[in-house]
């Protein structure tokens, strides 16, 4: 008899913990998407995500769309983001800066094609330009996507720094005409294609087939979106080394428990349903290890721009 009173209260107080447990797991769970691109094409990439999260941890999934990638940054630092898939190296740096605890690296991008874990900062001109390298652009007007994008700003500044002099505000000692940023890498394409940029920095993998625009990136968005001809259209005249793919970030606001079921799903999202993980992220990849030291030359680097300011 007190056995099964013993096994009635052990039952109960482990019924009670698991209905303790659920209540305190959310009931909303909040999707960074950084901005830059096209709002309605990003919303429709990640509408899969959303679907396949709602469902597996009983959750309605925001769809975070910021018009910058401060508002991401901001939406980390205080609570409001949850989770990012794809977050700019430039603007995790942002994160750990202000706060080394708001987020946790779950991953990095890795291209499915060659397995790297890089992608390129590229200057675009248009194809029917006479312009064949950096320096055929002196006297030019000039984009940059956005301040805390690391391929749109961030790599190609210091190497412009270290290359002409200068910086942004003296246009690299009046190298260029004119540098303006343009709010992200589908407006540094399109400022090209329109005239309004003699060139502009974007990002991509510059891995696969040049004519579909590689296996990640900018080029490939533009072109599933209305742009089918962009790469007859434009020539790339200078790249970067090697840049880090973007972290997947969780922020540590979420419940331990409730956290670790998040990470679980972004990676069961990347093996169940592939096709809507890639789309989501931009292009061809899919989820590897990482830790903050894959980033820590980035945030030297951020830190260094912020302190020079």
Request: hydrophobic share 40%.
């Amino acid at each position: 008899m007190k056995h099964s009173f013993r096994s009635l209260a052990l039952m109960a107080g482990v019924f009670m913990a698991g209905n303790a447990m659920a209540a305190d797991a959310p009931k909303e769970l909040n999707l960074g998407i950084l901005g830059g691109q096209n709002a309605t094409q990003q919303i429709g990439d990640n509408q899969c995500v959303k679907t396949f999260f709602d469902k597996e941890l009983h959750v309605d999934t925001k769809l975070r769309n910021s018009s910058d990638y401060s508002g991401v940054i901001q939406g980390l630092l205080g609570g409001k983001v949850d989770m990012v898939l794809s977050m700019s190296p430039s603007s995790y740096a942002s994160v750990y800066i202000n706060n080394p605890k708001a987020v946790d690296v779950v991953g990095i991008l890795v291209d499915d094609k060659d397995q790297s874990r890089g992608y390129h900062s590229v200057v675009i001109v248009k194809a029917d330009s006479p312009y064949k390298k950096l320096e055929d652009l002196k006297g030019k007007a000039f984009g940059f996507a956005d301040p805390d994008s690391t391929s749109g700003y961030l790599i190609p500044n210091h190497a412009f720094k270290q290359q002409f002099g200068g910086n942004t505000d003296n246009k690299y000692n009046n190298f260029f005409s004119s540098v303006t940023f343009s709010g992200g890498h589908e407006q540094d394409i399109l400022g090209v294609l329109n005239g309004q940029f003699a060139g502009a920095v974007t990002w991509t993998s510059l891995v696969g087939d040049y004519n579909t625009g590689y296996t990640s990136g900018a080029f490939g968005r533009l072109i599933r979106m209305d742009h089918p001809d962009l790469m007859k259209q434009i020539r790339i005249i200078w790249k970067s080394p090697l840049i880090p793919n973007g972290p997947i970030l969780v922020s540590n606001s979420l419940p331990a428990d409730f956290k670790a079921k998040v990470v679980e799903t972004i990676k069961k999202l990347d093996k169940e349903d592939h096709a809507c993980f890639a789309k989501a992220v931009g292009g061809e990849q899919h989820v590897g290890p990482a830790t903050v030291a894959d980033y820590q030359q980035i945030i030297d680097m951020k830190r260094e721009l912020v302190t020079a300011r």
